[in-house]
């Protein structure tokens, strides 16, 4: 009965999001062409991300009946972490998407937008979203205030970068699956418990998206990019599992966002504005498809979760090894990429 139970609210998480994401088309928020970053064609409506968090709602909803109802047909792995801390990562993340959402909607100031996810990332550690130590070769850091700013930063850094790198579709948010499935895997292969269900129902939403988002059709705007990135960052952090880990499967989405700062810094070039110099958008520039460009970010995010698997099992210094392994790996094929497109690389002289 537990696994026809599983197969039956995933397969509900899957069709929840496509009907949920179909009737976020019919609003009327749209996203424009600006001949800029914005290069489609037409306006395509972009509330995708609230039908993915509207429908991980009424999955957990649905979830709690039937855990009220029959406790032993959901087993006893839901969520990533120990209650009352993932519950309360879980809350977060639909208030990152709330942000997100009203940006959407009313084009929020960006100050006003920052300041608000600020807030957000600050207040996370004071209701036990946060890191419990920071592991390394040289030592472990356990004092509160380094990781409750560590914390603080993970959650403002990751779920910025994770809507920087929404502008190509199925890019951000199949990513972001790949990761989420990754920390699954983690999480069982050491020991951890079994691969969460709750995370394989989250998986799942993206994947009803992803139909429609593939085609063209829906982007998953700022509440799918904060709300979706909230959740990988704020379940890694309570996972449990090594810092490293988590960092490790963050990468694909994190040296490219850093190292295009990095470049525009050097520059001269404003940060938070509108620009095409990430490496997914010269490839885009060069003449890749869109699904081209997600497939290699998705196969990067499944090499990091091999990689992040096999460093939460090794444990000791392998997943600080891993991740500094890989860095260097992803800089490099950055930094390819940049050079084949004749644009500037930190450290060269503008051309």
Known sequence: MTILVSIALVGLSFVASYILCEATKRTGVVDAPDGQRKLQDRPIPRLGGVGILAAVALVMLVAGVVHTLAPRWLGSDWLPGGVPDVWFALGLTFLFGAVGAADDIFDLNPVVKLALLLALCVLAPFVGVAATELASPFGTVTLPAILIAGSATWLLVFINASNFMDGSNGLSLGSLAFMLAGLGVSLMLSGRGGFPLGLACIIATIGGFLIHNLRGELYAGDAGAFGVGA?????????????????????PVLIDVLLTLVSRTRRGQPLFTAHRDHAYQSLIKAGWSHIEVA??????????????????????????????????????????IHRQAGQEVPGHADR
């Open 295 to 336: 497939m290699v970010w998705w196969g990067l995010s499944a090499a990091c979760g091999i990689a992040a698997a096999v460093g939460a099992v090794g444990g000791g210094a392998l997943p600080f090894i891993l991740f500094w392994v890989f860095a260097a790996l992803f800089s490099g094929g950055w930094l390819f």
């Open 231 to 251: 959740i990988f960052a704020t379940f890694g952090l309570v996972s449990g599992l090594p810092v490293w880990t988590i960092a490790t499967l963050a990468l």
